[in-house]
């Protein structure tokens, strides 16, 4: 049956290669089931509700990328969407997490009829590459940001707005602990290295008096507080509308290229350099998401953590198969979920902003037209703590800067289009 569904000898792999493969993603990526509560629940979702939510949302992706696509490539509620979510949604624009996940379950289903009609191949091709490259590091420092000031190593100042928190305390000590570990586990090549930097932290913490023991295994939680919890009222407003671009718009572009890039390297590229059954992958990406939002979660999105399965062998959906059935296991553990304080996922968040700033080694610095707007979009995602204010500005300067230096026709009419509706937006 496993050889009909997922022509593993035509791969050149095995149910054992697979399953070592699976369990090696799920060990690299279990962060997350401790990351998207926390980030979440700051909404005032409740943290078990969303918990429940993640591990399912993250099962029912790898499920659909397994079985439909035939991709090693595992799916869980994306990093640098639930910070958007939280943090520009709900805290910045004052919407309240039901209408901010009506809006995520928009940005899924737009995300669908592109697939369907094939419209993102011409979407993913109108932006120019270094813009890619900047939004995915814009994303990085955002969620740097939100890191430090997680661990309280960043706070608050009346005069210039950010200033050093006071190193000194539980906090912030913690963090830096828990990035060092992250850092030291993941060069040291240890499977879960990230998921266990969380745990020796949170351990700290516990022991120290600084957290409540509550267990670590029990009966999966009550989804009811987050499940069909959306409000469609408020996210059909046009103001809205900039909120569903800003989701869709990342979860494409971050779905294509950790598409691409695992398949690159499961050499599972065509001889033309592109991926076959790009647009079932990209259905289970956009699935996924639309079913996260009804469970009570923020875009789920491709890992590109799923290179780790693919560097012991994973080649074919067997391996993302594997991934979920982990996940659904955890939900035996939401004790553990629980007790994970915000500063002990810091470390994490830091770790994850430094995969996507490793981009910028890809932007042509020579070529200012092409290197400003990069630095537009990086600096302003964080400092306007907005993904979609970062990508909307990054798009108006990008036409701008092109147009003042004598090189507008090598502006896509795409982005010129993308780029007058930001403006208008801004201006209105």
């Known amino acids: 049956m496993l050889e009909r569904l997922f022509k593993l000898k035509d791969q050149g792999t095995d149910v054992k290669t697979e399953v070592i493969a699976g369990i090696t993603t799920f060990l690299t990526m279990a962060y997350i089931i401790f990351v998207n509560p926390s980030i979440l629940s700051q909404t005032g979702m409740d943290r078990d509700a969303v918990f429940v939510a993640t591990c399912l949302a993250a099962a029912i992706g790898c499920f659909i990328m397994g079985l439909v696509a035939n991709y090693p490539v595992a799916q869980a509620p994306g990093m640098g969407l639930n910070a958007f979510f939280t943090y520009t949604v709900v805290f910045q624009l004052g919407y309240t997490w039901q209408v901010a996940l009506a809006a995520v379950f928009l940005s899924g289903v737009c995300f669908i009829l592109l697939s369907l009609f094939k419209i993102r191949e011409w979407i993913i091709h109108s932006i120019p590459v270094s813009l890619r490259i900047g939004i995915s590091a814009g ?9 430090l000031q997680n661990a309280g190593i960043i706070v608050d100042h009346p005069v210039t707005l950010l200033q050093i928190g006071d190193l000194s305390t539980f906090g912030p000590a913690m963090g830096a ?18 998921m266990i930097a969380i745990l020796i932290v949170t351990v700290l913490g516990i022991a120290l008096g600084d957290i409540q023991y509550t267990g670590i295994m029990s009966t999966p939680p009550s989804i009811a507080p987050t499940f069909m919890q959306l409000d469609f009222a408020g996210a059909l407003e046009i103001s809205m509308l900039s909120v569903v671009f800003a989701f869709l718009f990342v979860d494409v572009f971050d779905t294509a290229g950790t598409l691409i890039g695992v398949a690159q390297k499961a050499n599972l590229l065509d001889r033309k350099g592109r991926l076959p059954r790009l647009n079932r992958a990209m259905l289970a990406d956009s699935t996924a998401t639309t079913v996260g939002a009804l469970l009570g979660t923020s ?39 629980g007790m994970v304080p915000p500063y002990a996922t810091a470390g994490a968040l830091f770790y994850v902003a430094i995969l996507m700033m490793s981009g910028l080694v890809g932007v042509d610095w020579r070529d200012l037209t092409e290197a400003a707007p990069v630095v ?17 500005l990054g798009f108006i300067s990008y036409c701008a800067i092109k147009a003042f230096s004598g090189k507008f026709k090598e502006i896509p009419l795409s982005l010129l289009a993308l780029s007058g509706l930001f403006l208008m937006k801004f201006v209105m």
């Open 177 to 194: 602990l828990g990035f060092f570990l992250t850092i030291g586990l993941v060069k040291r090549e240890i499977k879960g290295g990230v």
């Open 139 to 147: 994303i990085g420092m955002f969620l740097a940001l939100i890191a």
């Open 376 to 392: 537009v979009v990086c600096l302003m995602t964080p400092l306007t703590y907005s993904i979609a204010h970062g990508i909307g």
């Open 299 to 337: 875009n789920t999105t491709s890992f590109v953590e799923s290179v780790s399965g693919v560097a012991v062998g994973g080649r074919t959906g067997l391996t993302a198969v594997v991934v979920g059935c982990l996940f659904l296991l955890a939900l035996f553990f939401s004790p553990i979920a």
